[in-house]
């Protein structure tokens, strides 16, 4: 397949293909179809967020100073606290309301969970730890286990805060210092703060209605409850054998746990309310010799060269070779010959999205054996319209006699003491599994924050950020010294398909910049005015409106839930869509290379 497609998409009339991708979104575009619960605030769904993996153990409130506070003990807080330790920063304390290290990945431990980003990329520090990973592609107990062998290499376990979460952090400006304050009585004293909050931190339940009147076993499956199930991530859930079961949700965790439960509970119901493309995984070892012959900093290079390829960027070779490199890039940076209108080149670039979702339907066809299934688990919208998944397991599954397709696209009608309804139907089950992911990219960073942050003069952030960030590149904001906000979509900075490379580039800075203050002398940093408005200005500048094709999408977390018109201009990256991360990252190189912090106000 070449990025050079033809007239007639799939041979097929691209009008038909266009009037089916509306009719398939317009059945989702439900009134209530964004309404979750509210884990934070409703009583009767405040057991779906406690933690089944660690026990919770009292202790005394602790008042001290420290160097550094990191909220968010996932790959962000880890990554960062690693490199500020490199560059001899010795108070460090990571808060995390889970019980240990790992972020998403100490919550998420479902049956199944594995990364869909090559490990050998998606891993960070691995030529740190002297590391190789055993698979291609990582489950999520070997992810979990290396986030735990960098902290405790750069001995950021025995004085992190876990089980504890921040209920506001403030500036004091006598001191200037930050003051943040714990649901368990702790005031830990900062000069520096570094919110590393994650995206997938905002477990997304949906508000069903009677779902509080089941009477069997209900869970998300980012709190998998293995004393219900038996097994592990790997399998093995004989509690399940007399029970029937049913999964919410066909995403991401769907579609990774699902073939799983099938393979050991007497029924599976599987509701979809959109199915997902899903792409060949072909996991497999890693081979013995994998990176024997390799040069210090293969890891980067491989990296970046994996992010080229996703930016439509010349590379001599694909070192990743797969799925992201094969489709989600070329279709994310569908490259312009210059002879084209862009009347032509849009027509292009939709024939040749037209042939990746074409291929994915063949797929289903080729793997499903009843028609009526398969044609239901078809996806009919535009490829980037929903997060494209990979998975060899989980398209066979329904084939198996004790798994059934529930086909919902407006959702779930209610739920009984003992079933699930749709379109008048009762499917009676023992159990349900939400697996209805996280609050999607869209979601403001205060929110995810969870805390009230107040910065000088009372300033509060969430306020500032009411009708958009207002950065210095992305992880900074006037009024709100020494804090540092880890990138994040939709927050003036990059992301990337593989979050490590953006992860790893923000803690490499964030260390520096620290290191650079700290040998200055300087007591407190504040991004200047004009700093702040020079950024937004480029943001806007470099922004490619993305409405006119994600309106046209089917209802998903990538588009707002159908609603893309309502994102602010300012809730943008750094260049068109994910953004440009060798672009940003120039930017951001030529203001350190310059050495005068352009854009800081230094307070000594």
Not at 50 to 62: K, S
Not at 285 to 304: N, Y
Not at 392 to 406: A, Q
């Amino acid at each position: 397949m070449t990025k050079d497609a033809g007239d007639s998409p799939v041979g097929q009339d691209a009008e038909a293909i266009r009037a089916k991708y509306l009719e398939e979104r317009d059945k989702r575009l439900v009134d209530r179809r964004a309404e979750l619960r509210d884990l934070r605030a409703d009583a009767a769904a405040a057991r779906y967020r406690q933690d089944p993996f660690t026990e919770y153990r009292e202790r005394e409130a602790l008042s001290d100073e420290v160097d550094v506070a990191i909220v968010g003990g996932g790959m962000a807080g880890v990554v960062t606290g690693a490199e500020l330790r490199k560059r001899g920063i010795r108070r460090i304390r990571i808060i995390d309301e889970a019980g240990g290290i790992g972020g998403t990945w100490y919550w998420n431990r479902y049956p199944g969970l594995m990364c869909d980003i090559e490990s050998y990329i998606y891993l960070p520090m691995l030529e740190d730890l002297g590391y190789v990973p055993k698979n291609r592609y990582a489950f999520g107990d070997e992810i979990l286990a290396h986030y735990q062998a960098i902290a405790e290499k750069y001995e950021l376990v025995d004085d992190a805060l876990f089980h504890t979460r921040v209920e506001k952090t403030e500036w004091n400006e006598a001191s200037s210092r930050w003051r943040i304050r714990t649901d368990r009585g702790d005031v830990v004293t900062a000069k520096y703060v570094v919110m590393a909050v994650g995206i997938l931190n905002l477990m997304k339940l949906p508000a069903i209605p009677g779902m509080d009147d089941f009477q069997g076993r209900s869970f998300h499956t980012a709190r998998w409850d293995y004393a219900y199930t038996g097994g592990d991530v790997h399998g093995g859930l004989t509690g399940l054998a007399n029970k029937a079961v049913a999964v919410v949700g066909a995403g991401a965790s769907g579609i990774q746990c699902i073939p799983h439960i099938a393979a050991s509970a007497k029924q599976l119901f599987v509701f979809q309310r959109t199915p997902s493309a899903i792409g060949v995984r072909g996991n497999r070892p890693t081979e013995p010799d994998f990176a024997r012959d390799f040069e210090p900093g293969w890891q980067r290079e491989r990296m970046e060269n994996f992010q080229a390829n996703l930016q439509g960027l010349p590379v001599d070779v694909d070192l990743v070779d797969d799925g992201w490199t094969w489709h989600f890039g070329p279709v994310q940076s569908f490259a312009p010959d210059p002879s084209w209108s862009p009347e032509e080149y849009a027509r292009r670039a939709e024939a040749f999205d037209f042939e990746i979702m074409e291929e994915h339907r063949r797929r289903i066809d080729e793997i499903v054996d009843d028609p009526d299934t398969a044609d239901k688990l078809k996806p009919y919208y535009r490829y980037i319209c929903k997060r494209p998944l990979w998975h060899d397991e989980y398209l066979p599954t329904f084939n198996e006699p004790n798994v059934e397709l529930v086909d919902c696209p407006a959702g779930i009608e209610r739920i009984t003491e003992n079933a699930l309804v749709v379109n008048g139907r009762e499917y009676p089950v023992d159990c349900i599994v939400y697996a209805t992911g996280f609050e999607g990219e869209v979601t403001p960073f205060y929110r995810r924050a969870g805390h009230e942050i107040v910065g000088r003069d009372g300033i509060v952030l969430a306020e500032k950020w009411a009708d958009g960030p207002r950065t210095l590149f992305g992880m900074m904001s006037r009024g709100f010294p020494n804090m540092f906000i880890s990138p994040c979509p939709f927050q003036q900075s990059v992301v990337t398909a593989n979050f490590t490379l953006a992860t790893t580039e923000f803690a490499a800075q964030v260390a520096s910049i620290v290191e650079r203050l700290e040998q200055d002398g300087v007591a407190a940093f504040e991004v200047s005015e004009a700093g702040e408005a020079d950024w937004c200005e480029q943001i806007l500048a470099t922004r490619v409106d993305p409405t006119p094709v994600m309106a046209l999408c089917t209802p998903s977390r990538m588009n707002n839930e159908g609603d893309p018109a309502s994102i602010s201009p300012l809730a943008s990256n750094f260049g068109p869509g994910m953004g440009d991360f060798f672009g940003f990252k120039q930017v951001v190189a030529d203001w350190w290379a310059r050495g005068d912090l352009e854009g800081l106000e230094l307070e000594k």
